[in-house]
Structures are given as structure tokens and as C-alpha cells.
């Protein structure tokens, strides 16, 4: 391992670089000689450390992905499993972008009363209307002259 210190010659930026790329900071470390919590401690306050971690994470998802794409009957076992377990690991570090999403549904035992309360309040109108409806369409008598 490189001696403490080791990172103050290298750029946090041109690190960051290689993680927007899809490199991952434990391969910089071991790449660089020194131990990956060094990498994190060095870039924890970058302010595009976050958000080159989750582009990084895309790249290696298309890289991956065309993998499996590009598979022959021998490979296609392995890069299926590289898949499973880079999606895997997709979902825990990045859940807000492809972490599985589940639909959230609330049920309300309001609703059935208020259905409820509309249904008699309907069938009271209802019964309004047809009082009305007999009234009205009650015949006429003619008057005739002669009374």
C-alpha cells in the first residue's frame, strides 16, 4: 500500500472523471496502491461525487448489458450473472432511480361511508322526483261548457 498522503498528488477531479466513466472507486484504489477508504475519504465532499457515482452505475449497466447482448451460448450463463449482480447492486446504492417501485395504495373505510350516505340521499331524491313526476302527469279533466 502507498504511504498516507498518497492521494494529494492526484486529482480529486480526474477521479472523479474515471467514476463518471464507470470506474469503480475500489478499482482506483487498488489501481493506485492505496486502500479504497482512502479513495471514499478523498472524494466523500466532493459535489459531483454523488452524482458521478449514479452515472458511473448507468455505464456499467450499459456496458452489462451489451454483454449479455453479445453472448454466445458459453458466455451467456456468466454475463447474465454479471448482470444480476451489478442490477443488484444498482438497487441498493441508487433506489430512488432503479430501485424497484411499488405502488402505494391507501384504502379508506370513509369512502364506503360516505357511498353510503350518497345512496340514500340519491334514493330520497329519487323518491322526490317520482311524487313530483305522479303530480304532474296527473290527467286533466276537461271542464265543458255546459256544467
Known amino acids: 500500500m502507498a ?20 470506474a469503480v472507486p475500489a478499482k482506483l484504489a487498488a489501481d493506485l496502491g492505496v486502500h479504497k477508504c482512502s479513495i471514499y475519504r478523498h472524494l466523500a465532499n466532493h ?7 449514479e452515472i458511473g452505475m448507468a455505464v456499467r449497466l450499459d456496458e452489462v448489458e451489451q454483454a449479455v447482448t453479445d ?5 451467456l450463463p456468466r454475463e447474465r450473472e454479471r448482470w444480476r449482480c451489478l442490477t443488484w447492486r444498482a438497487e ?9 417501485k ?14 353510503d350516505s350518497l345512496v340514500g340521499q340519491a334514493g330520497e331524491l329519487l323518491s322526490q322526483l317520482r311524487v313530483c ?3 304532474a302527469v296527473t290527467p286533466v279533466q276537461q271542464v265543458s261548457d255546459d256544467e
Open 102 to 115: 411499488s405502488a402505494n395504495i391507501t384504502i379508506n373505510n370513509n369512502v364506503l361511508a360516505i357511498s
Open 47 to 53: 459535489p459531483h461525487y454523488a452524482k458521478a457515482r
Open 92 to 100: 441498493r446504492e441508487h433506489p430512488d432511480r432503479w430501485g424497484q
Open 133 to 135: 313526476n305522479t303530480v
Open 71 to 75: 453472448a454466445n451460448e458459453r458466455t
Open 3 to 22: 504511504t498516507p498522503g498518497a492521494l494529494e498528488n492526484i486529482s480529486a477531479d480526474d477521479l472523479i472523471e474515471q467514476i463518471y466513466n464507470g
